[in-house]
């Protein structure tokens, strides 16, 4: 029997070291599948609940094992459904590969069933796309999109036609003009900054007193040369919110996270610093930088794109981070002064007791920050934790304690709800000897996270260590975006909008086989946390937490105290919860927030 066109695209892949797929099947990619079930002892092939998922989880695939993940759709819907995944992985900068079917090639233009236009569909999302119309085509294309997505560290999609993908494979092209030969493989690149631009960097970095060094996912292998960096150079590490698992949270001198869900410590040190230093981190918000001229900068990335984006540099090293690091820090000089480094130690110091403080705030009924602190401490070895999008992302950001031996993520610049379970199914599926834990709100949870628990009843039982946990966050509440309709816009909660129906999650999870927990009182959390992590199969922990608890930035601006003010004069539907609880997390140098918005003292002052 000769091989067809999908074969042949299966064997191609092999050959690329594919081995995982995730997909969902439909008749636009039969001849696809149909090959799938002859090549069944070459590929793992995960069958998701809906197209979208199975490009988060390609995305996490790519995001916790650096190779290509692969994903797997019909024509039609089902290329349109991919959409959302894939552009999580564009903007966290994964390389995937989306394949997709087509209606037959005779029928296109016809505006023919589930016809669309996937070139120009998928245009913005993939760095290279392309339709198949010859068997010939096959290995070439192929070849392009995976290597360009190694290289590019982006998307790219392969469209064939239904038709095409049961004709006779053509695995050697004729050797007559128009047709190409190509390879398997990828080759990296090398690319490594002048020693001038070294030197550059290091004279700016040796002139500075008061240095801060921020890094993001780029620095994730990273970790011992930042390390070393920040105690010669005396500078505190701020971490982007995809580069959390660059060091651990138990050094001193780490400030923690940036940005609206970071720290007082992050905040401040960027305030006064007069150099900063970037490290694979293309941290979007400004703001939370230097002011415009404050600071010296440099900037460490291996793409020239990413260069001074978000704040002026005036040495650009182009390079891998480990590597370019390795060959600067022999350049630097140890700061003598230590008096920097000191006051940010201290910061880090405090900002970890006021966590606590916060946490251990009493609330109706638990304090989701408690649940993120407590979290920490129980942690097994070697956990990888994938988070959602929603107020629950805060307290990832802040509470945890990664440690060295683990690996975090969620989505990043995207910042998209729904990545919190597949991600952990891909890491699950990446690494089965491996503890994992899904942070999910209940939003996300009803939004997809319910049905890809199913995918997790079919797979668990294959994993060499069954410890997977989906942790629930059950506000009955869109928390994120009440906050910031609050805290931006002055707007008091819609109800009808924001409210999220209750639904029993660690019940479900039972009915799915697993092992359900609901907490509703904190004194049980440790003991929760425990008993979920030392499971003999997968486990839902429902954790029933208060939406009144404020997710406060680092640093409160005149306008979202007015806006925060305003919504409560518009009248909020849990007006007495918000101001109790915004008191107890406030109760120190920002009360003045809350005791304006008190009933008799709705009045605006500039100079607050």
């Known amino acids: 029997m000769s091989k067809s066109v999908g074969d042949y695209l299966l064997e191609r892949l092999s050959e690329w070291g594919v081995k995982r797929i995730y997909g969902f099947p439909g008749d636009g990619i039969n001849g696809i599948m149909g090959a799938m079930g002859r090549a069944s002892d070459r590929f793992d092939y995960i069958r998701v609940r809906h197209e979208e998922m199975s490009a988060f989880m390609a995305c996490g695939h790519a995001k916790f094992t650096g190779e290509i993940g692969v994903c797997l759709a019909t024509s039609g819907p089902g290329a349109i459904h991919l959409l959302n995944g894939l552009y999580d992985a564009k903007m966290d900068h994964m390389p995937v590969l989306a394949i997709v079917g087509q209606q037959a090639s005779s029928a296109l233009g016809s505006d023919y069933q589930q016809e669309v236009d996937l070139q120009t569909l998928y245009k913005d999302v993939s760095n290279y796309v392309e339709m198949i119309s010859s068997p010939a ?46 390879g398997v493989g990828y080759a990296p690149a090398h690319g490594e900054p002048a020693d001038r631009e070294l030197r550059a960097a290091a004279e700016i970095l040796n002139a500075g007193s008061k240095v801060a060094i921020l890094v993001g996912a780029g620095a994730l292998d990273a970790s011992d040369e930042v390390i070393e960096l920040a105690d010669v150079l005396g500078g505190g590490v701020a971490k982007a919110l995809l580069g959390k698992a660059a060091l651990p949270d138990d050094l001193p001198f780490v400030t923690g996270s940036i940005g609206l869900l970071g720290t007082r410590p992050s905040w401040k040190m960027m305030q006064a610093c007069d150099t900063l230093l970037m490290i694979g981190t293309t941290f979007p918000y400004a703001e939370f930088l230097p002011k415009d001229g404050q600071a010296r900068a440099v900037q460490i990335d291996i793409s020239p794109r990413n260069v001074s984006m978000r704040y002026p540099t005036e040495v650009n090293l182009i390079g891998d981070s480990a590597q370019t690091l ?95 379970v597949p991600y952990a199914i891909a890491a699950k599926m990446a690494y089965p000897d491996r503890p994992v834990l899904a942070m999910v709100g209940d939003g996300a949870m009803q939004m997809n996270g319910n049905a890809e628990l199913i995918t997790v009843k079919e797979q668990w039982q294959r994993w060499q260590n069954p410890c997977f946990v989906v942790m629930v966050l059950a506000n009955h509440d869109l928390n994120q975006v009440t906050w910031e309709q609050r805290a931006m816009a002055g707007d008091p909660k819609f109800e009808t909008a924001q409210r999220v129906e209750d639904f029993p999650y660690a019940r479900y999870g039972e009915l799915l086989g697993f092992k359900g927990i609901r907490v509703d009182n904190p004194d049980d959390i440790g003991r929760a946390w425990d008993e979920a992590f030392a499971a003999d199969r997968p486990v839902v922990i429902e954790f029933i937490a208060d939406p009144d608890v404020p997710p ?57």
């Not at 994938?386 to 910042?415: E, F, P, Q, V």
């Open 137 to 182: 085509q096959v290995r070439h294309v192929l070849d392009r999109a995976l290597r360009i997505a190694a290289a590019e560290r982006a998307v790219t999609c392969v469209i064939v036609p239904n038709d095409i993908q049961e004709m006779d494979a053509v695995p050697s092209p004729p050797r007559s003009h128009g047709n190409v030969y190509s």
């Open 326 to 420: 390795r060959r600067l820090l022999p350049l630097l000089e140890r700061k003598q002064d230590r008096s920097w480094r000191e006051s940010i130690e201290a910061d880090v110091a405090d900002w970890w007791k006021e966590l606590e403080d916060k946490a251990m705030e009493p609330a109706e009924p638990i304090n989701p920050q408690r649940i993120f602190w407590e979290l920490s401490s129980h942690l097994p070895q070697g956990a990888i934790l994938c988070g959602d999008c929603g107020s629950h992302t805060n307290w990832y950001a802040r509470d945890i304690k990664m440690r060295r031996d683990m690996m975090g993520s969620l989505s990043g610049k995207l910042a998209t709800m729904g990545s919190g």
């Open 552 to 608: 406060l930035p680092p640093h409160i601006t005149f306008d979202q105290a007015r806006a925060f003010m305003s919504m409560l004069v518009h009248g909020d539907p849990d007006e007495g919860g918000v101001i109790k609880q915004a008191a107890r997390q406030v109760k120190d140098g920002a009360k003045h927030i809350v005791e304006s918005a008190l009933p008799g003292h709705h009045r605006h002052h500039e100079d607050d």
